[in-house]
């Protein structure tokens, strides 16, 4: 998940930067740039899904808040100026869209935090509530659930764009108040995931998959989606056909993506399952919800219906495939009327 910086410019003078920057920031992102591994799995749902995503966790849908971004760094400018001299100015592009980084202080060298690495940082103005707090503290890469809010998801992104000693201003694209401001002091030395031993990556998967859990059961699907993401991205780099584990998290992840109301991955999550097990029955009955969410009623009524072949007494797959019934027999009504309608 290491995201090393783009510097939108090089061996050019502050002045150039700056006007560069006020012209349009989104000038010189380019998503098609090579970066270092950049996970963001998505999250899933369980059994019966109303639940909308919260709006913290969906940064960038697209970019129309980039105006008034811009306008909202512009406008902190002048306090900037105050409160440091700038010394860069540089602005880095989050690849995943969720965030800009602007850089007021460089740092030193070229390293960059890893994971395992453990950090002296200091942060300013994160919004209360957030599960961050201000003032110095010490955070490690990869480890510890101050990652888990979405605060902590993008600070934990941004310390690994950062060299030692930097300042940086982070701006959300649909975060009102001022941008907050993050110091890397230090840090210790870490490693990309490619370096670990097949036991460390799977030790820390079974970890990952402990905590979302937890916080599956505790209510929090959101949670515990990023905690099976981050399990699943480390067992995917190991040979094929890789740990059984990863069938149990692709099915809890669809089972997060359910309650988030997000079927399409739900589906996928759950075709990831299948492809290794065919008779995996709550992925068939997931799947059979998501299909139901998505308007694929015959998909949903052959999944539902392999669930209960087998177990005819499932509760949850009869009432699930009640609803499907009612569902197309609704929209058969609806086809006959627009087809009586055509011949009046």
């Known amino acids: 998940m290491e995201t090393p910086p783009v510097s939108p410019v090089k061996d050019k003078d502050t002045s150039e930067s700056q006007q560069q920057w006020e012209k349009n920031p989104w000038e010189n992102f380019n998503p098609t740039t090579k970066f270092g591994q950049q996970f963001r799995d998505p999250p899933t749902e369980t059994l019966e899904l109303e639940a909308s995503p919260d709006p913290a966790s969906q940064i960038l849908e697209n970019p129309e808040g980039t105006e008034k971004l811009v306008a909202e760094l512009k406008s902190h400018e002048s306090t900037n100026e105050i409160l440091q001299p700038l010394q860069a100015s540089e602005l880095w592009y989050c690849p995943d869209g969720s965030f800009i980084k602007k850089i007021i202080i460089r740092g030193h060298g070229l390293d960059k935090p890893k994971l ?3 950090c002296r940082v200091q942060a300013f103005g994160v919004p209360f509530g957030s599960g961050m707090s201000e003032g110095w503290t010490e955070l490690t890469v990869g480890v510890g659930s101050w990652r888990e809010e979405t605060w902590g998801e993008i600070i934990e992104k941004c310390l690994e764009s950062m060299c030692q000693a930097e300042e940086a201003e982070i701006q959300l694209p649909r975060h009102s108040g001022p941008p907050v401001r993050l110091i ?78 997000q079927p399409q991955l739900a589906a996928q ?4 399952v299948l492809e290794r097990d065919p008779g995996h029955l709550k ?41 499907v019934v009612i569902q197309g027999k609704k929209q058969d009504a609806r086809l006959a009327q627009g087809l009586r309608k055509m011949f009046d």
Do not use: M
Request: net charge positive; with cysteine.
């Open 184 to 261: 890397l002091d230090s840090f210790t030395q870490g490693r990309d995931s490619w370096e670990l031993e097949i036991s460390e990556k799977e030790a820390l998967a079974r970890d990952e998959r402990a905590r979302g859990t937890e916080l599956f059961r505790a209510g929090n699907p959101e949670g515990a989606a990023k905690c099976y993401g981050r399990a699943l991205r480390l067992l995917l780099t190991l040979p094929p056909p890789g740990p059984l584990e990863r069938i149990v998290l692709h099915a809890n992840l669809a089972a997060c993506q359910l309650q988030l109301g």
């Open 116 to 118: 395992g690495s453990r």
């Open 269 to 272: 999550s759950c075709d990831r």
């Open 283 to 323: 992925a068939l009955y997931r799947r059979g919800v998501a299909q139901a969410a998505l308007g694929n009623l015959e998909k949903a009524t052959a999944d539902l219906k392999k669930v209960l072949a087998v177990e005819p007494q499932n509760r949850a797959a009869q009432e699930e495939l009640g609803k």
